[in-house]
């Protein structure tokens, strides 16, 4: 059973206050990915503590660099459920993992942090992650 949306409303604002946009139908997934040109950072969120103490925390201040993504989006686990089946399919070959965060380059993924790479990890070592592949790919 997904967790109330008054609940989940600051975890999804959290990113959409920083410019991200939210998919929340796997038809948005779809038509998003489908049609995106440059590079897209796809962020599946969470409730999970991991989420809340180094993903959201680390993908906002991963955005404080020279070169950044040209779309951000976003899903939420647990909560858009077939957003979130639909971004997954693009995610393969990874498993399902939240929080997570993938890196497109027209559409096809070019980098992947799972939760391994979150869960035990601080903010800063996150957007450490991000800006790595951003200079990379970006």
Known sequence: ?????????????????????????????????TNSKGISLVVVNSVCGCAAGAARPGIIRSLANDKTPDNLYTV????????????REFMLPYPPSSPSVALFKDGQLVHFVERMNIEGHTAE???????????QFC
């Open 125 to 135: 070592q996150v957007a450490d992650q991000l800006r790595k592949a951003y200079d």
């Open 76 to 87: 939420f686990a647990g909560q858009d459920v077939e957003a979130v089946s639909k971004v």
């Open 1 to 33: 059973m997904p967790y109330p949306e008054m609940l989940v409303s600051p975890m999804r604002a959290e990113l959409t206050n920083v410019g991200f946009t939210e998919l929340k139908t796997s038809e948005e997934v779809e038509n998003t990915m």
